[in-house]
């Protein structure tokens, strides 16, 4: 399984746009790229998954270069309510377990 | 649409006592089910997956098992319970080919 390296921490104020960055250098050609979101107490939500390219959904944007060794989650105009743990995993689709590191602790301040 | 849960959602036992925590998955058939645990602080570590009734795969050796008697149902056991068991025990669950999603999570403190 790729492994994936991102910041530990990141903070931000209120209506700020947030990028963060995921190395995954070793990154296999039938890997996809997986962002989830967790808050105290509760399990991981997903947020946006991606192959190549650009992905955009209600939520968040997913933007991957060509040669796949990085990705980065942007989250447009954070909110107060978006301060959590952001998980960046790469791994195949199906029956193979999701290796989750320590994430992103990214604080929103008002 | 698919939901999953999780229980009891908070849990205390004491050291060597027995350990039961359940997990059901509704509006899917043949899902892969999956247990991690999240320790105070850390990211999660895969416990156990499952592919199919009967079918255990275990990533982390301890003394922890899991059991899968139904399609939806993925049950976390122990005999007896060690103060390092405590942590945030967390289910999920996906279709094949797809994105895993994850239950609200059992909390359990052994004391």
């Known amino acids: 399984l790729a492994k994936t390296t991102q910041p530990i921490s990141m903070d931000s104020y209120e209506g700020q746009e947030v990028n963060i960055t995921c190395s995954h250098n070793n990154i296999a050609t039938n890997d996809y790229i997986t962002w989830y979101q967790q808050f105290p107490s509760q399990g991981p939500r997903f947020i946006i998954q991606g192959y190549k390219t650009k992905v955009t959904n209600e939520v968040a944007s997913l933007f991957i270069p060509a040669d796949r060794k990085s990705s980065t989650l942007s989250l447009p105009r954070v909110s107060l309510s978006d301060t959590a743990v952001y998980y960046c995993?790469?791994?195949?689709?199906?029956?193979?377990?999701?290796?989750f590191g320590k994430g992103t602790r990214l604080s929103v301040i008002a | 649409s698919q939901t999953i849960h999780q229980w009891p959602a908070t849990l205390v036992q004491p050291v060597g006592s027995p350990l039961s925590l359940e997990c059901t998955v509704e509006?899917?058939?043949?899902?892969?089910l999956y247990w991690y645990r999240q320790a105070a602080g850390r990211g999660l570590q895969l416990l156990f997956y499952?592919?199919?009734?009967?079918?255990i795969s275990s990533e982390v050796p301890q003394n922890l098992s899991a059991s899968r008697p139904q399609d939806r149902q993925f049950i976390l056991s122990s005999k007896k319970l060690l103060l390092s068991d405590s942590g945030f025990y967390l289910c999920?669950?996906?279709?094949?080919?797809?994105?895993?999603?994850f239950g609200p999570g059992t909390r359990l403190l052994v004391l």
């Open positions: 509006g899917t058939s043949n899902p892969n």
């Open positions: 499952s592919v199919g009734i009967g079918q």
């Open positions: 999920a669950w996906s279709a094949r080919q797809e994105t895993q999603y």
């Open positions: 995993l790469v791994a195949m689709q199906g029956n193979t377990p999701l290796v």
